[in-house]
């Protein structure tokens, strides 16, 4: 049975997630107000969009890099589509980070050729899905995975929050030049988080001392990340958006090449095959496995 309409909200050719998006906003989307100095974190689900919102957050805000204030990171950048906590975005002062799944095209217009900065964040595809499977089992606002052909079959077909992910990529490479973009790779930022805060704070102009530096470092490791109240997300998905079970976290493992714990050979084959035709003309690299340079 296709649940598609159930879980989904397809607006303009996308899939919103169908019980938490704001859709009022549709309406606004194209007059909403950006600002030179907002900031927008734009990801595909499951590509480390709350690592990132943690991240930036520490390099903006002194109060969260000291922890001499104390809000969640949902807070701190929170997501334009799906305002959970109803922020009102326009009297935020600034500057304001945002957050949002969103394709190239459906952003608002004021964000094309302005100072506004953007960050996006991408992650080999069979993590991603990886990701998405169990998410989607441990979310009560997703429909449940199944198996892992037809999950995969959904996410290559795109029936899920976010769509195509080959899509949403193409997209946002491709409009690059529209945009004041970082591409950023979250092996790379898995790998050496050290050198990716440096490459990140220089690109929003943002000079930070040695001390700075390893104050973010260290509350933005996988480890420090789940047992932080505040970054972990527990709250937000028990109590805010509800669980299908008891032993799922947002933080699951946050590894790379999970993938081979959940694809066959035969699939992960087929998925490469796909992976090649669609990306073929897409110069962007990736990393499938930990051991990868
Ligand atoms: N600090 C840190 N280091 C490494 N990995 C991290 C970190 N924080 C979050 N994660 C992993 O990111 C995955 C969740 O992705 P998103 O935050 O994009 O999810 S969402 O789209 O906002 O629902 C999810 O990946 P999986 O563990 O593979 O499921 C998280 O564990």
């Not at 919103?16 to 100095?37: A, G, H, K, T, W």
Request: aromatic share 14%; glycine share 4%.
């Amino acid at each position: 049975m296709d649940n598609t309409d159930t879980y989904l909200l397809n607006f303009k050719g996308y899939h919103f997630e169908r019980s938490m998006v704001d859709v009022n906003l549709f309406e606004n989307l194209d007059d909403f107000e950006i600002r030179d100095d907002d900031v927008f974190i734009i990801t595909y689900p499951k590509s480390g969009t709350i690592w990132t919102q943690q991240i930036l957050s520490l390099i903006y805000f002194e109060d969260h890099r000291y922890r001499t204030k104390h809000v969640d990171t949902i807070d701190r950048a929170p997501f334009l589509e799906y305002n959970l906590r109803n922020v009102d975005f326009l009297s935020r002062p600034s500057p304001r980070i945002f957050t949002t799944h969103m394709p190239y095209y459906l952003v608002p217009k004021g964000l094309k050729k302005t100072k506004a900065k953007i960050i996006y964040i991408y992650r080999n595809p069979k993590d991603v899905l990886t990701s998405f499977y169990h998410f989607s089992n441990f979310i009560v606002t997703l429909e449940s995975s199944g198996d892992t052909e037809s999950f995969m079959t959904r996410f290559l077909d795109g029936k899920v929050v976010g769509s195509v992910w080959f899509d949403h990529i193409r997209g946002w490479y491709e409009h690059r030049h529209d945009f004041n973009i970082l591409f950023m790779m979250y092996e790379e930022m898995k790998k050496d988080l050290r050198s990716s805060v440096c490459k990140i704070s220089s690109f929003f102009e943002k000079e930070l001392s040695e001390e700075d530096i390893d104050a973010i470092v260290k509350q933005a490791t996988f480890k420090n990340m789940k047992s932080d109240p505040q970054a972990n997300y527990n709250h937000v998905v028990k109590n805010e958006v509800g669980t299908k079970n008891s032993d799922g976290c947002f933080l699951r493992k946050g590894t790379i090449g999970d993938w081979k714990h959940l694809l066959t050979v035969d699939q992960s084959e087929r998925f490469d095959k796909i992976f090649q035709r669609k990306m073929k003309d897409i110069p962007l690299k990736f990393i499938w496995d930990i051991n990868e340079e």
